[in-house]
């Protein structure tokens, strides 16, 4: 690529990149004075971006996104998922070993967590290999996890919509005390379910956010509760530790 076609295609992502949640609609003028280049040169990467449909100009002479750059976040989501499968893999594969238990990655996915991908230790006689994304949010770790991230609008909404229904004798059944798990897991950062699911499993969920601290989706472990309860402290560190490696990987 020649130096004066990559300049001008840095510049057109320079103009697409001025626009934000607080600058939705731009004068060409204010495009100029962000990236400190003349009108004219703008302007014609301007016309280029609005004859393919990337950038919008509405009655008034703003400038916009336009639908041909807006349509391409349908495949956003697929993307994302691939891209979180293969940078937490190897660390995935690190911790089931090391610490012999499973390790399942979820992403977020209108406002639950899905389990996307999920690996089993070597080189362990006992694995949880049952985990699922539609059980209870309330009584699983990663389930709570979504809670506890959840606006308070959300979060009164989802408590509205459900009973907390015992499914072990260790579940959570009252807001109240629920409510109180949740802001522990916001005060540790990491959320810990003690066989609120079933009776002898329990599992530790650590949090993976995106680079403007939402919640984006979690990797977990899970295995036999006595076992989770002696390596509790280990588990919790080297989550947290993935989490943060693969955060900077993929942000």
């Given at each position: 690529m020649s130096y004066n076609l990559w300049k001008g295609l840095q510049r057109a992502i320079d103009i697409i990149n001025?626009?934000?949640?607080?600058?939705?609609?731009?004068?060409?003028?204010?495009?100029?004075?962000?990236?400190?280049?003349?009108?004219?040169?703008v302007h014609g990467i301007l016309h280029t971006l609005y004859d393919n449909g990337y950038i919008f100009q509405n009655n008034e002479g703003r400038y916009l996104l336009g639908q041909a750059l807006l349509s391409k976040s349908r495949y956003s989501h697929s993307t994302n998922k691939t891209l979180l499968t293969v940078t937490a893999k190897p660390y995935m594969i690190q911790l089931s070993n090391k610490h012999k238990v499973t390790s399942n990655l979820f992403i977020m996915?209108?406002?639950?967590?899905?389990l996307l991908h999920q690996m089993l230790p070597s080189n362990s006689i006992y694995n949880i290999?049952?985990?699922?994304?539609?059980?209870?949010?309330?009584?699983?770790?990663?389930?709570?996890?979504?809670?506890?991230?959840?606006?308070?609008?959300a979060l009164k909404a989802y408590l509205k919509s459900i009973e907390l229904t015992p499914s072990s004798p260790f579940t959570i059944t009252t807001q109240e005390a629920l409510l109180k798990s949740l802001e522990e897991?916001?005060?540790?950062?990491?959320?810990?379910?003690?066989?609120e699911l079933g009776e002898g499993v329990s599992a530790i969920s650590v949090p993976i956010y995106n680079k403007s601290g939402t919640l984006f989706g979690a990797?977990?472990?899970?295995?036999?509760?006595?076992?989770?309860?002696r390596i509790h402290d280990a588990i919790v560190t080297?989550?947290?530790?993935?989490?943060?490696r693969i955060t900077k990987e993929m942000f």
């Open positions: 001025c626009f934000d949640d607080d600058h939705t609609e731009l004068t060409l003028t204010q495009i100029s004075q962000i990236l400190d280049l003349n009108k004219s040169t996915v209108q406002e639950k967590l899905m290999s049952h985990v699922s994304d539609n059980d209870p949010m309330y009584c699983t770790a990663s389930g709570k996890l979504t809670l506890a991230n959840m606006t308070e609008d897991i916001k005060r540790l950062g990491y959320s810990y379910e003690n066989q990797i977990s472990a899970c295995g036999i509760s006595s076992y989770i309860v080297d989550f947290k530790c993935a989490s943060k």
